[in-house]
C-alpha cells in the first residue's frame, strides 16, 4: 500500500544562513525527522573541515536522520579529478551518517551531442558504483530542466541506470520545478529516492510550495507521486530566505499545512478551485526507449546558474 500522506523533510537549503545543528532543531521542532545537508556555498562541511562525526553526533542528539549531502557537481563530466571528488564526498557521507549523495549533471552547455551526452553519462555511472556500493551509498541523480543541462531529463537518466545495471545504487531525485521546466510527464516512482518540493524566488510567496511556476502544481505532483507508490521523503528545497528565525519556522510550518489541507481536500473529493488535476501518464514500471521528452518553453527564461532574475524566477 501506498504512503498515504507525505512524509517532509528539511533541506538546508532552506535555511541557509543556519548552522547544521540549528538546522536538525528546526526541523523537530516542525515534527520532521529527516534532513539534507549541502557541500556548497550554502553550506560547505567537507571544505570548512567541520568533522563528519560532529555532524554525526549532532543529527543523533537531535533525533534526526541526514538523507543526503548535495552535491557531487558536474558528475557526468568524468575525470580524476571528479573521482577524487566523489571519493572524498562518498567518505564524508559514509562517516556523517548520511544514506544518499545526490549527483548533479553538467550545467553549462557545453555539451550539444546527444550520443557524447548518452556515453558520458553511462561512464559515470560505472565508475561511481563501486565507490557509492563500498560505502554503502545510494546516488541520487537529479536531472535539472534548463536549457543548459546535459540531463534535463529523469527518463534519460532511468534508461542509464538500466542500462548500467544500476538500479541497486543508483535513484532519481524528482524535483517539483525540474520536471516541469523539462516539459516531463511521466514519473518513476520506483526508481524515485527523494523528492524535491520546489519554490519561486518571489518574497511574497518563497516558501508556500503549491504556487504554480510556469504550469508547475507541486500538490498535483505529490498526489501522483503517492498514488504511484513512492514512499520517500518530501524535502523542501526552497531557495529564497526568510530574514529571521521567527519568520522561516512560522513560513515553514504554512507550507507543511498548506500541503497536508490540499491532500485532505483530494481525499475528501474536493477540488481546488483553480488548480489542474492530477498529472497523467504515471510510470512506475521499466523506463521507456523514447527519447525525453522536449524542454518546455519556460526552460529559455531560467538561467543555469545562482544569479540575479525576475520575480518569477527560480535559483537552483
Not at 154 to 179: C, M, P, Q, Y
Request: aromatic share 6%; hydrophobic share 40%; glycine share 8%.
Amino acid at each position: 500500500m501506498g504512503q498515504v500522506s507525505p512524509r517532509f523533510a528539511l533541506d538546508h537549503m532552506t535555511a541557509a544562513s543556519l548552522d547544521v545543528s540549528a538546522v536538525f532543531s528546526l526541523a523537530r521542532d516542525h515534527g520532521l525527522t529527516e534532513v539534507q545537508i549541502r557541500d556548497h556555498h550554502f553550506s560547505n562541511p567537507v571544505a570548512s573541515a567541520f568533522p563528519a562525526a560532529d555532524i554525526r553526533c549532532a543529527a543523533t542528539n537531535a533525533g534526526v536522520t541526514i538523507i543526503s549531502i548535495n552535491a557531487l557537481q558536474r558528475f557526468n563530466d568524468w575525470t580524476l579529478r571528479r573521482q577524487a571528488e566523489a571519493i572524498e564526498l562518498a567518505d564524508y557521507a559514509a562517516a556523517c551518517g548520511a544514506k544518499m549523495v545526490v549527483l548533479l549533471p553538467v550545467n553549462d552547455g557545453s555539451w550539444a551531442g546527444n550520443g557524447e551526452r548518452r556515453d558520458s553519462l553511462r561512464v559515470a555511472l560505472n565508475a561511481l558504483n563501486p565507490i557509492l556500493q563500498s560505502r554503502g551509498l545510494i546516488g541520487l541523480i537529479e536531472p535539472l530542466g534548463f536549457r543548459t543541462s546535459s540531463l534535463p531529463s529523469k527518463k534519460e537518466a532511468a534508461v542509464a541506470i538500466a542500462e548500467v545495471d544500476g538500479s541497486s545504487v543508483f535513484r532519481l531525485v524528482h524535483d517539483t520545478f525540474h520536471h516541469t521546466l523539462a516539459g516531463e510527464i511521466s514519473l518513476f516512482c520506483e526508481l524515485t529516492g527523494l523528492v524535491h518540493i520546489s519554490g519561486v524566488n518571489d518574497p511574497s510567496f518563497w516558501i508556500y510550495p503549491d504556487r504554480f511556476l510556469g504550469g508547475s502544481d507541486n500538490g498535483s505532483q505529490i498526489q501522483a507521486l503517492l498514488e504511484g507508490g513512492y514512499a520517500g521523503p518530501f524535502s523542501f528545497e526552497l531557495v529564497k530566505e526568510a530574514h529571521t528565525l521567527d519568520d522561516l519556522a512560522d513560513t515553514l510550518a504554512a507550507s507543511i499545512d498548506l500541503i497536508q489541507r490540499a491532500m485532505l481536500r483530494r481525499k475528501r473529493g474536493v477540488a481546488d478551485t483553480g488548480a489542474p488535476g492530477p498529472l497523467c501518464g504515471v510510470t512506475t514500471g521499466q523506463p521507456s526507449e523514447l527519447p525525453p521528452a522536449p524542454l518546455s518553453s519556460a526552460s529559455r527564461y531560467f538561467p543555469d546558474h545562482y544569479c540575479a532574475v525576475p520575480a518569477t524566477g527560480r535559483l537552483r
